[in-house]
T-cell receptor
Framework: KAGVTQTPRYLIKTRGQQVTLSCSPI?????VSWYQQTPGQGLQFLFE???????NKGNFPGRFSGRQFSNSRSEMNVSTLELGDSALYLC?????????????FGDGTRLSIL | DAKTTQPTSMDCAEGRAANLPCNHS???????VYWYRQIHSQGPQYIIH???NNETNEMASLIITEDRKSSTLILPHATLRDTAVYYC???????????FGPGTSLSVIP
């Protein structure tokens, strides 16, 4: 069974630009979450989607947004990029939105802002 | 959700059992204990989770104390490929309250 696939793996952008990251969950998984990982802050929750609806949102500015499609694939968008947005962005999927269902992570998109 | 406390680093001899402790003294009754590990440049890998009872799967065992204030992840026969950062987290009602701490950096030594 294929795991969570994130594209692209690496991305370089400049300040002020916007970026869209893509996530394909494990087949059959309907819940998708996004996380930001930096050396200073560790892993931080961005948002969670289930059946195309945002269920939870972390403490990030409105420049960070996401969506989920009917096939459960998800995208996240960051607008007006800042140097501090340089990070590893991780997507995780789970079968349902039950907390008794483990999340399975992709290998992330490493975003570098110049 | 409860915050967890783990040792910063641990060493384990190859072939021996690795016992990784986690303190979650403020855990609530409906919160699960989850363990993940992360090898450099990869995403976190799910290991095991539990609510009250001890759990075992093909990767590891999870021992949760009766008062649920702490738990131990056991890798029965550590190999070099088990060298990673291990995260213990508590998940309750929603992921926005989950706190990933710095985890425990486990080094398996030949």
């Amino acid at each position: 069974k294929a795991g969570v696939t994130q594209t692209p793996r690496y991305l370089i952008k400049t300040r002020g630009q916007q970026v869209t990251l893509s996530c394909s969950p494990i087949s059959g998984h309907r819940s998708v979450s996004w996380y930001q990982q930096t050396p200073g802050q560790g892993l931080q929750f961005l948002f969670e989607y289930f059946s195309e609806t945002q269920r939870n949102k972390g403490n990030f500015p409105g420049r960070f947004s996401g969506r989920q499609f009917s096939n459960s694939r998800s995208e996240m968008n960051v607008s007006t990029l800042e140097l501090g947005d340089s990070a590893l962005y991780l997507c995780a999927s789970s079968l349902e939105d039950s907390r008794n269902q483990p999340q399975h992570f992709g290998d992330g998109t490493r975003l570098s802002i110049l | 959700d409860a915050k967890t406390t783990q040792p910063t680093s641990m060493d384990c001899a190859e072939g021996r059992a690795a016992n990784l402790p986690c303190n979650h003294s403020t855990i609530s009754g409906n919160e699960y204990v989850y363990w993940y590990r992360q090898i450099h440049s990869q995403g976190p890998q799910y290991i095991i989770h539990g609510l009250k009872n001890n759990e075992t799967n093909e990767m590891a065992s999870l021992i949760i104390t009766e008062d649920r204030k702490s738990s131990t992840l056991i890798l029965p026969h550590a190999t070099l490929r088990d060298t990673a950062v291990y995260y213990c987290i508590v998940i309750g009602t929603s992921y926005d309250k989950v706190i990933f701490g710095p985890g425990t950096s486990l080094s398996v030594i030949p």
